[in-house]
């Protein structure tokens, strides 16, 4: 299958890349350099030179506090961006994979968020224009999927294990939030699930993130110095003990993914288990 891959030098672009190589597919990485999202006419030559059979849109905006101060820009690669895509994945008659994020919700309660509930409340300018990115995918394909995810690290860029890492060589001790709740999503592991997906026509909305039960990034933090050897102390601070950021998070990023065991697809790995397989390959097999 010819599998046009958007976001291709980010974290999960690079590994969903890479997955689909090892598959035999016929896969085509774009990012910025060779495809502007937000410029429609760019997007239509691109894809009708390449004429995938499938669309997996991982270029996003994601950082989330500088995209309070810069919301024009964020919607235009989030929503317009995306939008632009699935005009074209329509006219192709192609398949389209939106990545997309716990953050369409506003956090409230305690109960798993289920990838079909519709109770959309963004806190943020990410997740606001995240959202239009879905809506946009699902009121013009009729063969789409949309992935929300949480949490992800991943080799190809920065992300939470790195920066606990890099602070934890340094630092005697760190203060970590232990009142946002959710699950590590590893993009290696989440790789394969995608091209799993891709590869059927069991379309719609998913939820997936690596297996486990849900934790704090406290709990996170403190696995993370314990698998690396660090003896770093991790304080648990509520979020606001620890400051006000700009872009407000959610308390619950519990997303249920029992969609995917409903759907034939294989859930991904215990997140404490692909955190190890993740250190080993940051640290070249050594701790």
């Known amino acids: 299958m010819r599998v046009l891959v958007t976001g291709v030098n980010g974290q999960l672009g690079y590994d969903v890349f890479n997955e689909l190589k090892k598959r035999g597919h016929d896969a085509i990485g774009s990012d910025i350099g060779n495809m502007d999202i937000t410029d429609s006419e760019n997007v239509s030559r691109v894809l009708g030179a390449v004429c995938p059979e499938a669309v997996i849109h991982c270029a996003a905006w994601t950082a989330v506090d500088a995209a309070e101060d810069n919301e024009e820009k964020v919607r235009l690669i989030n929503a317009k961006g995306t939008e632009n895509i699935a005009n074209e994945c329509k006219k192709l008659g192609c398949k389209m994979m939106y990545i997309s994020t716990d953050y369409v919700f506003d956090g ?73 709740i959710g699950t590590p999503t590893y993009t290696f592991d989440l790789a394969k699930l995608l091209a799993d997906m ?90």
């Open 108 to 180: 409230s309660g305690t109960k798993p968020w289920k990838p079909d509930c519709k109770d959309y409340k963004p806190l943020s300018v990410y997740g606001k224009t995240k959202l239009e990115g879905e809506l946009a995918v699902a009121g013009k394909l009729e063969k789409y999927f949309i992935v929300r995810i949480a949490w992800v690290f991943g080799v190809n860029g920065n992300n939470f294990v790195k920066t606990m890492l890099k602070i934890g060589k340094s630092n005697k001790s760190v203060k970590v939030v232990n009142d946002q």
């Open 198 to 287: 891709i590869e059927t026509d069991k379309y719609g909305y998913y939820h997936a993130t690596n297996e486990g039960g849900y934790i704090s990034w406290y709990d996170f933090a403190c696995e993370i110095f314990r698998q690396a050897g660090y003896s770093t102390e991790v304080i648990p601070v509520t979020t606001a003990e620890y400051g006000i950021s700009k872009a407000v998070r959610p308390f619950n990023s519990r997303l249920d993914k029992s969609k995917l065991k409903e759907n034939g697809f294989n859930p991904l790995p215990q997140w404490q288990d692909a955190l190890n397989r993740y250190l080993k390959e940051i640290f070249n097999g050594t701790n």
